[in-house]
C-alpha cells in the first residue's frame, strides 16, 4: 500500500502510515510514554505554584494526535503507571501519585484519547483543526488537573486555578502553535511522499 492511498484513508492517523504489525504497535505506545517521560524533563519553575512549566502536556497531546486514541491511551497509561511504580520520569524528575499535580497526568491520559479521537476524524489535517484540538486537549487536562490540585493541597478551587492554570496559557499557547505547524506540515510533506 503506497502512502497517497494511506492518507486519502480516512480515519488515519500518523502512526498508520507505517506497515501494521502489533510490534509497530507495541514499538509506538512505548516509544510515546518515553517521548512523554523525556518531554516532561524539560521544566520551567513557576514562582507560587507546585506545578512547572513542562514538555509533558505537549508531548500527550502530540502522541495522542500522532498515534489515535487507543495507543495514544495506552502510552499514557503506560507513562502512569511506570512513574506511579518509581520510574522518577514525570515533570522535575518525580514519581508516585502523592504529588499535587498528578491530576494534570490522568487528564493527560484522557486529553490524549480524545484528541487521538479527534484526530481520527481528520483533527491534525489543518491548522485551524489541529488548533481545535489542542485547545480541547489542553481543556481536559486542566478540567482534571485543577480540582486535583485544589484537593490534593488545601487551595480553594480560585486559588488552584491562578496556581495551575493561569501562568500555563501562554506556554499553552506557545505549545499549541508548534502542533498547529507540525501535525498538518507532516500529512502535506506525506502527501507530497505518495
Not at 521544566?43 to 497531546?61: I, N
Amino acid at each position: 500500500m503506497s502512502t497517497a492511498s494511506v492518507t486519502s484513508r480516512p480515519g488515519a492517523v500518523l502512526a498508520d502510515l507505517l506497515p501494521a504489525s502489533r510490534t509497530r504497535d507495541i514499538a509506538l505506545v512505548i516509544g510515546g510514554a518515553a517521548l512523554t517521560g523525556i518531554a516532561a524533563q524539560l521544566t520551567v519553575p513557576v514562582p507560587g505554584s507546585p506545578v512547572p512549566v513542562s514538555g509533558q502536556t505537549f508531548a500527550a497531546l502530540l502522541v495522542g494526535t500522532a498515534l489515535g486514541a487507543r495507543r495514544g491511551f495506552l502510552s499514557l497509561a503506560l507513562y502512569a503507571v511506570v512513574g506511579m511504580a518509581g520510574m522518577p520520569w514525570f515533570a522535575e524528575g518525580a514519581s508516585g501519585y502523592s504529588m499535587p499535580s498528578f491530576g494534570y497526568i490522568l487528564g493527560m491520559l484522557l486529553a490524549a484519547t480524545v484528541v487521538g479521537a479527534l484526530a481520527r476524524r481528520g483533527a491534525d489535517r489543518s491548522v485551524l483543526r489541529t488548533a481545535g484540538a489542542m485547545v480541547v486537549g489542553s481543556v481536559i487536562i486542566y478540567a482534571v488537573g485543577v480540582p486535583y490540585l485544589a484537593l490534593a493541597t488545601g487551595m480553594t478551587m480560585g486559588q488552584a486555578v491562578a496556581a495551575g492554570l493561569v501562568p500555563f496559557l501562554i506556554g499553552d499557547a506557545l505549545k499549541a502553535a508548534l502542533a498547529m505547524g507540525a501535525l498538518p506540515t507532516a500529512w502535506k510533506l506525506v502527501g507530497r511522499r505518495g
